[in-house]
């Protein structure tokens, strides 16, 4: 079974802080892994898109890197700040094209000022 | 581009009543995907549509549910009879090919009492 896993599951960093959020997927035969953030009572926005052959995309102060051996993907995010305060859910396209998303849980990131 | 536009935002039924969710994805994307979002299940694909025509609606949970696109800027998810159950966060999305990534709208809160 497809399965997307993220932890932590909740996370609380002082501002200015350095961080990362992990996620895992069981299939390594991914199309493309996309990370996403949620602001309460939101919809998704789009971060950042990685397709299977690349291994890091940049944006501003985001970086994610993916490794499809070993099923991880991580979300780097410098020097936080309160306003990153969000869900980060990432989700994994087994369906080529077609973007049919399998996502997790996600993480809620508080950061604190 | 005005993104996904969907509605109701917010709606609040009595069980056993019929609901009507309606999505205008943006314009030039030829994917359509219905979600559902509850604390417990996280996100949960639903049906997807390419070209107006439904792909996969292996995730739609029973019967009372189905989904229509009659054309490129229009979708509708019915519910038929609503229950308590059924209260969650539906979001819409599309996507063009080529991994452009999914683009979300902003969701429908549905409350069935």
């Known amino acids: 079974k497809q399965e997307v896993t993220q932890i932590p599951a909740a996370l609380s960093v002082p501002e200015g802080e350095n961080l990362v959020l992990n996620c895992s997927f069981t299939d390594s035969a991914i199309y493309n892994l996309q990370w996403f953030r949620q602001d309460p009572g939101k919809g998704l926005t789009s971060l950042l898109l990685?397709?299977?052959?690349?291994r890091e995309q940049t944006s501003g102060r985001l970086n994610a890197s993916l490794d499809k051996s070993s099923g991880r993907s991580t979300l780097y995010i410098a020097a936080s700040q309160p306003g990153d305060s969000a869900t980060y859910l990432c989700a994994v396209s087994y369906g080529g094209a077609t973007n049919k998303l399998i996502f997790g849980t996600g993480t809620l990131l508080a950061v604190q000022p | 581009d005005a993104g996904v536009i969907q509605s109701p935002r917010h709606e609040v039924t009595e069980m056993g009543q019929e609901v009507t969710l309606r999505c205008k994805p943006i314009s030039g994307h030829d994917y359509l995907f219905w979600y559902r979002q509850t604390m417990m299940r996280g996100l949960e694909l639903l049906i997807y549509?390419?070209?107006?025509?439904?792909?996969?609606d292996s995730g739609m949970p029973e019967d009372r549910f189905s989904a229509k696109m009659p054309n490129a800027s229009f979708s509708t998810l019915k519910i038929q009879p609503s229950e308590p159950r059924d209260s969650a966060v539906y979001f819409c999305a599309s996507t063009a090919p080529m991994g452009v990534g999914l683009f979300f709208g902003e969701g429908s809160r549905l409350t069935v009492l």
């Open positions: 990685i397709q299977s052959s690349q």
């Open positions: 549509f390419n070209n107006n025509v439904p792909i996969d």
